[in-house]
């Protein structure tokens, strides 16, 4: 699998249709890896109708006062292209060599975002990393 702006290739025309309608409370982590000092936000309870890792960030968004990019790419899936707008980030979402990826319970996601399913007291890292 090819990992790029932080999402796995999970979109296939062949793929069941996913039931994310299920309300689910999880915290959420996100990290700039990038940033000196305040470089992490962290949501305890987040809640959402939208139950998929992507739909968690997208809850957050008011709550954290940052705003959420994301273009669908043809062969990767869901990109998260910036989550911006929070403190003084400035020009972090720039960088070279730096990607958003997720993590659901430590463990890195094989599917595109908005395809991970999220189940209660899950926990969500968002993190704008050089590290494969």
Known sequence: MLAIGGIFYGLNSNEEELDTSTIVTAKLVITFGNLDGNSTMTFDYVTTSESTVYGLLLAAQT??????????????????????????????????????????????????????????????????????
């Open 63 to 132: 709550q954290g006062n940052y705003s959420v990019t994301a273009t669908t790419h043809y062969e990767w899936g869901l990109f998260i292209e910036s989550i911006a707008t929070w403190g003084n980030c400035g020009g972090c979402q720039n960088e070279d060599g730096y990607w958003w990826t997720y993590f659901i319970n430590d463990e890195s996601g094989q599917v595109a975002a908005n395809r991970q399913i999220v189940n209660n007291e899950d926990t969500i890292e968002w993190a704008y990393t050089n590290e494969y």
